[in-house]
């Protein structure tokens, strides 16, 4: 495994693509994806699977890393995730270590889902994912991918990673052709704004189990919470008591 490592070290530090060579390996990529996957049957897919992640996964490493990836690190020792609950970032690479030393790291890509599904619906709406425009749910999934995979990559050879830093932009800018290390994906604090007109601050009212509430919107993740004065809530430092509710969007209506 050192020997793959070094030799993946080698091809991250020098590779570098062209714009012409990065549409020919995308667009086998994509087309591998269409022939395999057992979900994903069209560009703007309505499912996903953590298969679906593996796959991908799989398929750059070969058309873009000569398989060192996988030479590298043991598939015991790499899982793939979907997450609902992530509603900022657009996938997140996470790596375990044992903390007495006796076992290898454990590493781990996780997919945002709500944050795919809620993109791509509105045609005039341009979504950009890593400075680079995309025009469906796999070419965002897979600007998402390209980014994790370079955290993967950073932590394998050099331990951290931070898309922050010189060294992650140049690898993503040469290789994957990315000119910025945030998505634009549409988010739940967006799609609440767009078709609800609510933001936190928002004065809300609604009904729940045969109870009606008015509140003001704190917070806006897959659900808003909403904070309704109660003499016996939680104190807050505006003087006042409040209970927590947590509220599908769909079930508030503005009552400002």
Not at 87 to 105: E, F, I, L
Not at 176 to 200: C, K
Request: aromatic share 8%; net charge positive.
């Amino acid at each position: 495994m050192d020997s793959s490592r070094q030799q993946l070290e080698q091809v991250v530090r020098t590779r570098q693509t062209t714009m012409q060579e990065r549409q020919q390996l995308n667009q086998l990529i994509a087309d591998n994806v269409f022939v395999t996957s057992q979900h994903l049957r069209k560009a703007n897919f309505e499912s996903l699977h953590a298969s679906d992640i593996q796959l991908l996964y799989e398929l750059y490493d070969e058309n873009y890393f000569r398989g060192l990836l996988q030479s590298t690190l043991c598939s015991k020792l790499m899982s793939f995730r979907l997450s609902k609950r992530m509603t900022r970032a657009g996938g997140k690479t996470t790596r375990w270590k044992d903390p007495r030393g006796k076992r290898p790291p454990r590493y781990e890509i996780a997919v945002a889902t709500t944050l795919l599904f809620q993109s791509f619906q509105n045609p005039e709406r341009s979504v950009t994912v890593t400075g680079i425009e995309c025009i469906s749910r796999l070419d965002g999934l897979m600007r998402v991918m390209e980014h994790e995979l370079v955290h993967l990559i950073e932590l394998l050879i050099w331990s951290g990673s931070s898309c922050s830093t010189r060294r992650f932009q140049d690898i993503t800018a040469r290789i994957f052709g990315h000119t910025h290390h945030q998505h634009e994906l549409l988010t739940p604090s967006e799609v609440a704004v767009r078709e609800y007109g609510i933001r936190p601050g928002s004065r809300v009212r609604f009904d729940l189990e045969g109870h009606h509430h008015e509140g003001i919107v704190n917070r806006i993740t897959k659900r808003a919470t909403v904070l309704v004065i109660d003499p016996q809530g939680q104190p807050y430092s505006d003087g006042h008591r409040y209970v927590k509710f947590y509220v599908p969007l769909r079930m508030l209506e503005r009552a400002d």
